[in-house]
């Protein structure tokens, strides 16, 4: 194969040979733009070279005649003694990396080519500088000797003459630093400087090549799943000098603004510099619009050429240039990075001036990107004072003042006030005052604990496992390790973008974008800006576009609501716990201390016109769309009080001599119905074979509310889904039973119940026979929140906690599996039971609910899967309706 191509030789479609940088230096030569000449080293060189320990037969061959080329055409030869060829080498791969080798510049510079350099150039110091870059840049990159040995020769030399600023050093303080630079690479490897140009040429060669298996390269791919085996490409690019005076400089420039996304002049520059002067700080750049005063000429060739190369790649570009004594050179380009806005606003203005078309527009935006926009955040100009900092477990930006219990957060926040829950870690209990809450801040757990969970679910901001916080509940006050103490009623800001917690108000600004999804924001008039406009033009596309429909997860009647606001074509997953919970535990309590058949059917029947409000509710307000209503998924016990509390409240008793019957026997409950792992314990589909008469108390519920509905007019559409279903036989019982009630209350009303009956598919064994479950159920929706722990063989209340940051750093996860699918394993059981599925029942109906359906990539796996419709919280169903349009696009 060839291995070595000239930038003429090349495209912008050859990332994979050439790499990024020198595939676009050849799209940019070819489009007559000033490159200075050179060639690219293919990756395939490189992917040789990795696997064999050496370069492959030919490439430097190659490499000389390309050179002896770029030499002729240069009309001077590679450190040529009285005017000498510089090159830099620079590395390049498919996708950018940190770790990976930087770039050597001027290479073929040595103790005789430096005084050609000087004489040609006019320019004894410049000529000096470029030498001691070179040693400085070739040492540290190429060698290995650390950067601070030359920064503090820099430093000292600067002491000596009492100057501050690189530019008042003199060539003789440059020829200085050569000889100390010289020195200080022949102690640290014991031989002298390279002098030989090739022989530069050739070790930092290598270095990019062995650079690809630095470290830091090494993790960043495996956490990015970019493939290990791609290698990188090398160029080798003819020097242009950007410091030979006041007439050269060096800049980079955006074509948009990547921050706003605003058409315009972005940019700095910097006169009389090389390289990363004009980003690493050490001198004080310009904006770029200067430029045009400093080499209106130039100035003027660069905006044309910006111009250019943004029709040519139809995105944002972003670019890197030198001027040498006011002649301009493009030294790289790249579509450039943005800010979430940045990048719906200029989707939208291409669109506009018709340079690209919706479909291409689609792939210029992310769910991610949405997501972004659609959380509040602290205004950026406010002064802050930080208390500490915890994960960023749910973003927003939230206000509040502290309380340590839900209950009285409840009680706060009835009266009007913003609260931010603090807690050491929640559970179930804390539900209402989570849902009460502005915020959740707790000192325990990692992003999938609890808190996490449950206020993404929310859409709640939350920062968790801040553990440098102490949240001392009993005494409720919170320590920041300042010291400074946080009683309850104290103002507090948390920053779940960021995991921030500030002392006090931080103002907040509310997401535009949010408020046009809720319909207040109408994206035709001027309230609107033209973000909102941009997003507007995206989602009326991907609502056209997808396949996938795009359900919510939603408990209540206002979470509907919501949900339908924000596009929801119907509740994927209302889930039945919570309406257990609250006043309603002493019902529950009954139905568990129940003795007698007669006891037991009094407690449910007490439960069951509760039961039927929360359903007249939600179908009400989902009205003609779908609602998938899950019976009692969680184990009992999390439905009784706290074993200490109660153990505590009798031996209390006991010790003043009296009785409480109640408590007693609440309290041998308890100890029954502990469970080592209550995951894999009595719940779910268990508990309705177990519990007589549970389940068809809630089928009773639905189907009275139905038909209550019904009556009045309206269009419910239940589906009655039974959830940790493992077998068909624990189906086929519930499904019988449920169909009986069905016809039961059909009857009594006068009105036809003909409602789905299916189940959650969320344990291995129910997709690997999903085909004889699919004869028992009209519908399957894939639980992957248990399916995940269940394949995985990890609950994920424990695991995050305990070792999920490790394998996070070893690599192991590049995201956890609960965030963004598993494809390879759970997507994999999910594909058979999907195949199987329909292969028994061709009509099947076909979704997943759970945190994944409103994870980008995973949606677009459900999307290839073949599934029907995903379900997420409502908060997120935009983002699933843009990735699913994205998807099918
Ligand atoms: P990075 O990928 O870190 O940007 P580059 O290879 O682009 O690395 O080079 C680092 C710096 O050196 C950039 O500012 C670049 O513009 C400059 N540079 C690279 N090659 C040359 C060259 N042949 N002439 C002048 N400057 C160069
Ligand atoms: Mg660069
Ligand atoms: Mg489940």
Redesign the pocket.
């Known amino acids: 194969p060839k291995y070595v191509y000239e930038f003429t030789e090349g495209n912008k479609d050859l990332k994979d040979l050439l790499g990024g ?1 020198g595939a676009n230096l050849a799209e940019m030569t070819n489009l007559g733009l000033p490159v ?1 000449p ?1 060639f690219t080293i293919t990756t395939e060189a490189c992917q040789h070279y990795l696997e064999h320990g050496e370069v492959p037969d030919g490439m430097n061959a190659e490499i000389d005649e390309k050179l002896a080329a770029l030499e002729t055409q240069m009309g001077k030869r590679l450190g040529q003694p009285d005017n000498p060829l ?3 080498v ?3 791969a498919k996708f ?1 990396m940190p770790g990976m080798m ?2 050597v ?1 001027n290479i073929g510079l040595n103790d005789e080519s430096v005084h050609g350099l000087a004489k040609q150039s006019g320019d004894e110091r410049f000529a000096w500088d470029s030498y001691r870059r070179l040693i400085q840049m070739f040492g540290k990159t190429v060698q290995d000797i650390p950067g601070e040995l030359f920064d503090d020769a820099i430093e000292a030399v600067k002491h000596k003459r009492g100057i501050s600023s690189d530019l008042e050093l003199r060539a003789e303080d440059y020829k200085e630093l050569v000889q100390t630079f010289k020195d200080i690479v022949l102690e640290k490897t014991e031989r002298d400087f390279p002098a030989d140009p090739r022989e530069q040429m050739q070790l930092a060669i290598k270095a990019v090549f062995d650079s690809w298996n630095a470290p830091r390269a090494v993790l960043y791919r495996r956490q990015e799943r970019i493939p290990t085996d791609l290698g990188t490409a090398v ?1 080798v ?6 410091n030979m005076g006041m007439d050269s400089g ?1 800049g ?1 420039a955006f074509t948009r603004d990547p921050a706003s996304g605003q058409q315009g002049i972005y940019g700095d520059y910097l006169q009389n510099a ?6 690493d700080g050490s001198r004080n750049t310009v904006p770029l619009a200067d430029m045009e005063r400093i080499d209106p000429k130039s100035y003027g060739e660069l905006i044309a050429i910006m111009e250019k190369l943004e029709n040519h790649y139809r995105d944002l570009c972003d670019i ?3 001027v040498e004594r006011g002649k301009l ?1 493009m ?2 380009t790249r579509v450039g990075k943005r800010t979430a806005a940045a990048a719906f606003r200029i989707a939208d203005q291409l669109l506009d001036q018709e340079l690209i078309t919706l479909d291409e527009a689609v792939t210029r935006v992310t769910g991610d990107q949405l997501a972004q926009l659609m959380f509040p955040r602290f205004d950026e100009t406010a002064p802050r004072h930080r208390l500490g900092r915890g994960m960023n477990a749910s973003p927003g930006a939230a206000v509040g003042k502290a309380v340590f219990d839900s209950y009285t957060a409840i009680k706060w926040s009835r009266s009007g006030e913003d609260v931010i829950l603090c807690r050491r870690e929640t559970n179930p209990d804390d539900l209402d005052g989570m849902i009460a809450a502005s915020g959740i801040l707790t000192s325990r757990g990692g992003k999938t604990s609890h808190a996490a969970v449950v206020a993404r679910g929310m859409g709640k901001t939350c920062v968790c496992g801040a553990e440098e916080l102490d949240i001392d509940t009993k005494n409720r006050r919170l320590v920041a390790p300042s010291g400074k103490v946080i009683e309850e009623g104290d103002v507090i800001s948390i920053d779940g973008t960021s995991g921030e917690v500030f002392l006090g108000e931080v103002p907040v600004v509310s997401s535009p974008v949010v408020r046009y999804f809720e319909g207040e924001i109408d994206p035709a008039s001027d309230q609107a800006d033209d973000l909102v406009r941009a997003v507007d033009r995206i989602m009326h596309y991907v609502d056209a576009a997808r396949r996938l429909y795009v359900r919510a997860n939603a408990d209540t009647p206002e979470d509907a609501q919501r949900a339908r606001r924000m596009g929801a074509q119907g509740i994927g997953l209302c889930r039945t716990e919570h309406m257990f919970l609250g006043d309603r535990r002493s019902l529950v309590e009954r139905l568990i201390l129940a003795d007698t058949e007669k006891e037991q059917h009094e407690a449910l029947a007490a439960l069951l016109p509760l039961q039927r409000e929360d359903f007249v509710g939600i179908f009400d307000a989902m009205d003609g769309l779908p609602v998938t209503v899950r019976l009692l998924d969680p184990p009992l016990h999390e439905f009784l009080p706290d074993v200490t509390e109660l153990s505590v409240r009798v031996a209390v008793a006991e010790s003043r001599g009296e009785k409480h019957e109640n408590d007693l026997r609440l309290l041998q409950a308890v100890h029954r119905l502990h469970e080592q792992n209550p995951m894999l314990g009595l719940r779910g589909v268990r508990l309705g074979l177990v519990v007589p008469g549970l389940f068809t108390m809630q089928v009773r519920a639905i189907a009275q509310a139905a038909a209550e509905r019904i009556q009045a007019g309206g269009r419910p559409r239940p589906e009655i889904m039974i959830p940790l279903v493992g077998t068909v036989q624990e189906l086929e019982i519930i499904r019988a039973e449920s169909l009986e009630v069905l016809r039961e209350v059909g009857e009594q009303y006068g009105v036809e119940l003909d409602f789905p009956i299916g189940t959650m598919i969320e344990l291995p064994r129910a997709a690997l026979t999903a085909g004889q479950i699919a004869e028992n159920a009209e519908f399957f929706s894939f639980g992957t929140n248990d399916l995940t722990q269940t394949v995985w063989g990890f609950s994920r209340d424990d695991v995050e906690a305990s070792f999920f940051s490790a394998y996070l750093e070893k690599g192991v996860f590049g995201i956890s599996p609960f965030e963004s699918l598993d494809i390879a394993g759970v997507g994999r059981l999910i594909k058979i039971a999907v195949e199987e599925g329909r292969a028994a029942r061709p009509d099947i109906k076909l979704g997943i609910c759970g945190e994944h359906g409103g994870d980008p990539a995973s949606v677009r796996f459900f999307h290839s899967a073949g599934l029907d419709y995903v379900s997420c919280s409502p908060f997120r169903v935009p983002v699933a309706r843009l990735e699913a349009g994205r998807a099918a696009a």
């Open positions: 940088k200075p050179g510089l090159v830099s620079r590395s390049g950018s930087e770039t510049l160029n690019c003819s020097m242009v000098f950007g060096t980079v090389q390289g990363e002067d004009v980003v890197e240039f030198t050179w030294l790289q």
